[in-house]
C-alpha cells in the first residue's frame, strides 16, 4: 500500500511493510500511569491503542520524498531474509508487501540517490541491504547512506562487544559501510536548500529527524522522535527501548514547538494510516491533528 502526499514541488510517498497490534502499553510505555492512560483511553482507541488486545498500534514503513533534484528513502523498515531469532515475527522474513509499495510508487532500487536512516534500529535499516549469493550488498545501488556521526560509532562498538546481540549492525549497517556507500552525517547539515537534518536525540544516542521542503509547502519526516500520539500531549513520555527519555521529550518539545500552530506536515514512521498529521496546542502539551 502506498499514499501520495503531494507539497509543492514534492510529492512523498508511505511504503508500508507491516502494520497492526504490536507490543502491550504498559510494556511500550513503562511510565505510563494508570489514570493518564484511563483519561486518554477514548481518543486513543481503537486507532492508536487496540482495545482487544491491549497493544500499541504501530506501522512500520519508509517514507520516500522525491524533490526536483533526489529521490530520498527515510528510514528502511526490518526486510527480508534478515536472521532475527529474538524477534520470531521478523525472523527471516519474507513478505513483498514493501516492494510492492516501493513499485506501485514508480521508482525502482536503482532511482533512489538517498537513504536516511534517522537511527540505526533494527526496524529501520533492514532494507539498506539485500542477500546476493550469500554476501549482504547494498539494495539501492547508487545511493548514498547517511548514518549520523555518533549514531554509527556508538552501534558499531556495541557490535564490536557483542555481534550476536545486534544481528542487523552485522547484516544492514556495516556491510553499507564497508561498500563505501555511507556518508557520516554530524550536526544538523543540508543536503540541498530543500532537504536539511534536525538533530532530535534522545530514543538513540545521535537520532536525527528530516525537513523537507520550503515555508508552507514543507514536512517532517519525523523517524522514532514520537512512536504514539500520547507523547504529543505528554512530550515527557519515554518508551521503553529510548537511549535517554528525558532528552527525547526535550527533542519533542523543541520541534513540536517550533512547528506548532504551522502547516508543516509531520510525518510519523510508527503511526498507523495516515501517519500524517499537523501540530496544534494541548494543554501543556501537543496534539497532532491527523490528516
Ligand atoms: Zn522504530
Redesign the pocket.
Known sequence: MTTQIRLGNLTIHRIVENEGPMFPVAEFFPTLANEVLEENRSWLEPTYFDPATGRVV?A?QSFIVQTPHHNILV?SCVGNHKPRPMRPAWDKMQSDRWEKGLAATGLGVGDIDFVMCT?L????VGWNTRLDNGRWVPTFPKARYLFADRELAFWTQKHKEDAAAWPWIGDSVLPIVEAKRADIVKSDPALDDLVQLIPTPG?TIDHYSVHVGKPGTDAVIT??MI?SPIQARYPELGMR?DYDSKLAGESRRKVFGRFCDTSTLMCM??FPAPSTGRITRWGDGFKVASG
Open positions: 504501530l512500520f528510514d537511527h534500529h533494527i526496524d529501520h530514543h523517524g522514532d512512536h527501548a514512521v510508527h
